[in-house]
């Protein structure tokens, strides 16, 4: 048993795993939990990630400043520079090394010009104003571990493309990035041509410049090929357009509404009839703009449309889902309004009009036989996310509150629970130490599983009612010195004189253990307490997450030494040896995932068993901190839908 590595040293070797692409998913969900819950590693994680851009940016910088050199005729004493994009004939660039030359030693006689046209203060100072630039840059971008900037392979002429932005990222909830090596996850919420969304689950809602909405959901694959659509290669897309201007492309049509009738297809190009010229539509092809050496303006395209591998889905004023499954055949399910279907290469036949509540599919029939079928009427199809969730606030749920009784969120103390039999504890009484027995659950407490006396003596000791056990508690006496207790921050005259002679009531002006005045959980050796997370999340359904418990754990006593243990789902996830009275309120936070069923928190003897009656714990301020559904608002009313309203009045 050794003690738990730093979090900050620890989000620094995750880190450096991150950006040398070496990171395993275990190491990433390792990083997830520690950045959420703990404030000063969070801020250890961004600043190490300035540092690793500006660093980056400060070798482009050196590199410019030698492009600067060789343009004016300078020699420069640094060693040979490769082309910084690989596209010359130069080795793979490598950070060029500086030599002080017998000129940067010379009296400045020559005045301030002479002295910067020297080669090396020359680099200095372009690489220096660079690189000023650049930092003051880095400091407004916020990073995360998975957003790591893109690399683009260079253009054939060295000029790297300019993107084109075409909408933005306006939602996410609980988006977890495809695995694939060679996906990037985007860094920004700019959506530009030619970028790919790869999800592994969640949902990311897309808003067009244009107006349109897209929801997508993992897993998923889809690109943004165009200023008013993009290819769906995997999973389920949500497409909301508005009728008339709203949502749609702007081109030369002025509504941006087309008629069924006024649609017709000509050898892969989309005409509408009338007097204005063809319009080179994306429908049909797939080509992502975005690495065009000099990027045209976007093309005007004034129907929203959504390609698959099978199909090509049309909108003509909609709200609209697509699915495409792993062989690439094609669902689409029209909610409102009017879509165009057309199976790819199937021929004049192979085009079908869906209306409200319609559904069609591109799906194979004996084997090499692949179809369009409209399925008719199929009602409100539940499969497609129409709605992203509303957004959460980080919260906390009291664990005094709850260990007396409540269900997080008030203030009930004074209160606790017998580690012996799992019965209330209602009154401090004195007595003899409070043998074990087993696991005991709680059956009073809906929030609390169970308690129980850790002997490492006994081999397997149980710390769930799930039957998780744990071989590694130390041996101990097998008994607890006083029940588990929710003492408040601030005691009454009444309370303090009733309970002066017990040990919690000891530290009335140790603040160091409670800074949030939230009150004690007392905890005396040896003794074990676990929580049922799944009775919280049903007692608090606008709950999101549980993102971890957070208390300061503290010895009361100058003569105590205790160890301190917590699990989750029998797993361990913190363990502190020596804890004694000098090392004042020491900072725990225990992580939690999604599917976290249980929280054990244990206290052991810390040296000697037979002076275990010195070994007063307390955590201080212990709280649940999660992430709390806000109640949604409801959306203005569109400016057509009050001409709706009106016209039916």
Not at 15 to 40: M, P, Q, R, W
Not at 161 to 177: F, M, N, Q, S
Request: charged fraction near 20%; charge should be negative.
């Amino acid at each position: 048993m050794t003690d738990p590595p730093n979090n900050a040293d620890r989000v620094l070797v995750l880190a450096e795993s991150i950006f040398d692409n070496t990171a395993a998913e275990k190491e990433l969900a390792e990083l997830d939990e520690v950045l959420l819950s703990d404030a000063g590693s969070r801020k250890r994680y961004t600043d190490y990630c300035r540092l690793q851009v500006a660093l980056r940016i400060e070798l482009r910088a050196q590199h410019a400043a030698g492009n600067v050199h060789r343009r004016i005729g300078i020699e420069t004493a640094a060693a040979p520079l490769a082309d910084f994009d690989g596209s010359g004939d130069g080795a793979p660039f490598s950070a060029p090394l500086i030599h002080p030359t017998r000129g940067y030693f010379k009296k400045a006689s020559s005045g301030i010009i002479g002295y910067f046209s020297q080669e090396l203060p020359l680099s200095l100072l372009i690489a220096s104003a660079i690189m000023g630039m650049a930092i003051l840059l880095a400091g407004h971008i916020e990073v995360t571990h998975r957003q790591i900037a893109e690399r683009s392979s260079p253009s054939p002429s060295g000029v790297e493309p300019t993107l084109v932005y075409v909408g933005r990222i306006t939602g996410i909830a609980g988006v977890k990035w495809s695995e694939d090596p060679n996906y990037i996850p985007p860094i920004s919420v700019g959506v530009a041509l030619g970028r790919k969304y790869k999800l592994k689950s969640g949902l990311l809602k897309i808003t067009y410049d244009s107006g349109a909405n897209v929801i997508l959901e993992g897993p998923c694959s889809y690109e943004v090929d165009s200023t008013a659509g993009g290819y769906l290669a995997l999973g389920k897309l949500f497409a909301k357009v508005g009728t008339g201007g709203e949502g749609r492309g702007t081109g030369e049509v002025v509504s941006g509404q087309l008629s069924v009738t006024s649609v017709k297809e000509e050898g892969g190009r989309m005409k509408a009839e009338g007097n204005r010229p063809n319009v080179d539509s994306l429908a049909t092809r797939h080509q992502p703009l975005a690495t065009n050496p000099s990027p045209p303006s976007p093309l005007p395209s004034p129907l929203f449309t959504v390609r698959t591998p099978t199909s090509v889905v049309t909108d003509l004023g909609t709200e609209f889902g697509v699915e495409v499954d792993g062989r690439g055949y094609t669902v689409s399910h029209v909610f409102h309004g009017v879509v165009r279907m057309e199976m790819i290469g199937g021929g004049e036949n192979a085009v079908l009009l869906l209306h409200e509540n319609e559904s069609a599919s591109i799906e194979s029939y004996g084997g090499s036989t692949v179809t369009l079928a409209k399925k008719g009427q199929s009602g409100d199809d539940s499969r497609f996310v129409r709605r992203m969730p509303p957004p959460s606030k980080l919260g906390v749920l009291d664990i005094l509150d709850i260990v007396s009784g409540g269900d997080g969120l008030g203030a009930a103390r004074g209160a606790g629970i017998d580690p012996s039999s799992g019965t209330k504890a209602v009154d401090l009484l004195h007595g003899p130490p409070i043998d074990g027995g087993g696991y005991r659950t709680v059956d009073w407490n809906p929030l609390v599983d169970g308690a129980f006396i850790p002997d490492g003596k006994a081999g397997d000791v149980q710390i769930d009612s799930a039957g998780n056990v744990f071989a590694g508690f130390p041996a101990t006496t097998a008994v607890t010195h006083s029940p588990i207790w929710a003492r408040a921050a601030d005691v009454s005259p009444t309370e303090h004189a009733r309970y002066k002679t017990f040990w919690m009531f000891n530290a009335l002006g140790n603040w160091q253990y409670m800074p949030k005045r939230r009150g004690l959980l007392a905890m005396h050796a040896n003794v074990g307490l676990t929580f049922d997370l799944d009775a919280i999340r049903r007692a608090h359904p606008d709950i999101v997450r549980l993102h971890g418990f957070h208390a300061w754990i503290g010895m009361m006593h100058e003569k105590g030494n205790a160890e301190i243990w917590a699990f989750a789902d029998g797993m361990l996830k913190y363990h502190r040896k020596e804890l004694v009275e000098v090392n004042g309120g020491v900072s725990i936070d225990v992580p939690l995932n999604q599917d976290s069923r249980f929280l054990t928190l244990v206290v052991t003897d810390g040296d000697e068993p037979s002076r275990d009656q010195y070994d007063w714990v307390v955590f201080g301020d212990p709280v649940l901190r999660v992430a709390i559904r806000q109640p949604e608002q409801a959306n203005p009313t569109t400016k057509n839908e009050k001409e709706e309203k009106n016209k039916t009045r």
